[in-house]
């Protein structure tokens, strides 16, 4: 059983540099989460897509954000112009449809912005 | 709004202590599904239980068990006769129908198990 995938595991880069993290969901699961989870906090949510369409996004994910999944399979995470705030574990976490579904999460990507 | 309110940051015990970490929401949603997640030192996020609002059976599985009381709006994990295997940072979670899928995480509860 393959479960979430993410990489890098860890991303060191200036800041002001572009950025791009990799999730491949399991397999089955047509929904797919970012979050940012910083130091002694829980993760918060940035955005999901079901299949290929991204459905929602939360007020924390900036112009300089975006996030895409072309085919409905693995998606990307761009940060572009990258600030010190930005540094962070981003997770990616997928599920089959619904609310009610537990979200499975992968081992995050780990950005540190010099 | 909805909020998830873990008030206990840290928790140390001694191997073979039980250990209840407390976790109380806030939801205007008749609705919705509470989860608890581990988090080892490893990072990786791993779901332990999920509950739905209509559903006030409490749980066991193992040494772990779950309190759920709406009318306090708590739903609280004990673990019993700890191990250092359960040292972790333990997450309880809210997300809503009516909310789209977000979870909404707690600050979480790291816990130390001592031999």
């Known amino acids: 059983d393959t479960g979430v995938s993410q990489n890098p595991r860890h991303k060191i880069t200036k800041r002001g540099q572009n950025v791009t993290f990799r999730c491949d969901p399991i397999?089955?699961?047509?929904?797919l989460y970012w979050y940012r989870q910083t130091l002694g906090q829980g993760p918060e949510f940035l955005t999901y897509?079901?299949?290929?369409?991204?459905?929602?996004k939360s007020r924390l994910l900036s112009d300089r954000f975006s996030a895409e999944r072309p085919k409905g399979s693995f998606s990307t995470l761009e940060i572009q112009r990258t600030e010190q705030g930005d540094s962070a574990m981003y997770l990616c976490?997928?599920?089959?449809?619904?609310?009610?579904?537990?979200?499975?999460f992968g081992d995050g990507t780990r950005l540190s912005i010099l | 709004a909805q909020k998830v309110t873990q008030a206990q940051t840290e928790i140390s015990v001694v191997e073979k202590e039980d250990v209840t970490l407390d976790c109380v929401y806030e939801?205007?949603?008749?609705?919705?599904?509470l989860f608890w997640y581990k988090q080892p030192p490893s990072g990786e996020l791993v779901f332990l239980i999920r509950?739905?609002?209509?559903?006030?059976q409490n749980e066991i599985s193992g040494r772990y068990s779950w309190n759920f009381q709406k009318s306090t709006s708590s739903f609280n994990f004990t673990i019993t006769a700890s191990q250092v295997v359960d040292s972790a940072v333990y997450f309880c979670?809210?997300?809503?129908?009516?909310?789209?899928?977000?979870?909404?995480f707690g600050k979480g509860t790291t816990l130390s198990v001592s031999s």
């Open positions: 397999s089955e699961h047509n929904r």
């Open positions: 897509f079901q299949n290929e369409a991204q459905l929602e």
């Open positions: 509950r739905n609002s209509f559903d006030e």
């Open positions: 979670a809210l997300s809503e129908a009516g909310a789209g899928t977000a979870l909404i």
């Open positions: 939801t205007r949603d008749t609705t919705y599904y």
């Open positions: 976490a997928s599920s089959l449809a619904g609310y009610n579904q537990p979200q499975h």
